[in-house]
């Protein structure tokens, strides 16, 4: 049996499984691309290639008005993610673009929705190498994962899906004057270099999983401090995404002390 769930803003999930608010007859939910082709005689040549947003329509059966109520109220909160299990759990950031309140009818009140993609489906990966000669495996959701010799200064995500996918990277300070470089399968594939010094507790974040992308200092509460985008080396990419297979980002700065390194990527999928 499918499984979904709605995550707000504020972390509250609401269950579309449950009896008061089940997700019925869903669609959309497979993969469909907006391609244009030129025709040469008897064959065609594809000049686009990219991905539909997704729309993923059905019916929402609440038990009652005050079911309905309370999933509006809940759903309010934006941004949304939709989870969706079938043998295993994905991902999708959503908005709810139409949801019909009908009349109440043999005990049920069947509401079409229509809700659209933000992102196409992912699942979330993190590698961590805490500085201090152990490493940890901390992550929200389950994916495969690899760690390199710590003696290394660098961290390790598979990907199994030819997706190009987006990456955050995190140095925990001190460092001064950190660099990074990204292998794909071995195979140097970007690299990047921020001019700063960032203090004890202090973090760079170097971000393409947001809108815009984001370089900057945060500290120890996670608060946003200042912007380093601009100190940033520009002949480099500076930004990290991840491709098929073994992704490695190897880091080291101008100071004494041992880097604390952390890498996420949201690995991205057509469909599950």
């Known amino acids: ?13 609401w269950d579309l499984n449950e009896r008061n608010s089940f997700f019925n007859d869903p669609k959309g939910l497979g993969q469909e691309h907006k391609n244009e082709y030129e025709q040469i005689g008897t064959r065609f040549v594809k000049l ?24 509006s109220l809940f759903s309010q909160h934006t941004p949304l993610t939709l989870e969706y299990e079938s043998y295993e759990k994905i991902y999708i950031d959503v908005s709810i673009d139409k949801l019909e309140k009908t009349e109440m009818s043999t005990g049920w009140i069947v509401c079409p929705v229509k809700i659209s993609g933000l992102t196409t489906f ?43 996918s ?21 195979v140097v594939k970007t690299s990047g ?31 946003f401090v200042q912007s380093l985008y601009q100190d940033s080396d520009f002949s480099t990419e500076r ?27 949201r690995i991205e999928y057509e469909t599950l």
């Open 1 to 13: 049996m499918r499984k979904f769930k709605l995550i707000n803003s504020r972390g509250d999930t």
């Open 166 to 186: 987006p990456a955050r990277l995190t140095i925990i300070g001190p460092c001064t004057n950190p660099s990074w470089t990204h292998y794909l399968n071995g």
């Open 239 to 265: 930004f990290v995404f991840l491709g098929f297979g073994n992704n490695k980002i190897s880091f080291s700065h101008e100071g004494d002390t041992v880097l604390s390194l952390i890498a996420e990527g």
């Open 122 to 164: 992912y699942k979330l990966a993190r590698s961590e190498n805490s500085g201090d000669g152990n490493t940890g495996k901390i992550y929200r959701y389950s994916y495969p994962y690899k760690y390199a010799d710590y003696s290394t200064g660098s961290v390790e995500i598979e990907s199994d899906s030819a997706i190009v």
């Open 48 to 71: 686009n290639d990219g991905l539909k947003q997704k729309s993923i329509y059905g019916n929402i059966n609440f038990s009652g008005y005050k079911e309905y109520h309370d999933f």
């Open 193 to 223: 270099k921020v001019n700063c010094v960032i203090q004890d507790g202090h973090r760079l974040v170097v971000d393409d999983m947001k809108t815009p992308f984001e370089i900057a200092e945060y500290d120890s509460t996670g608060t």
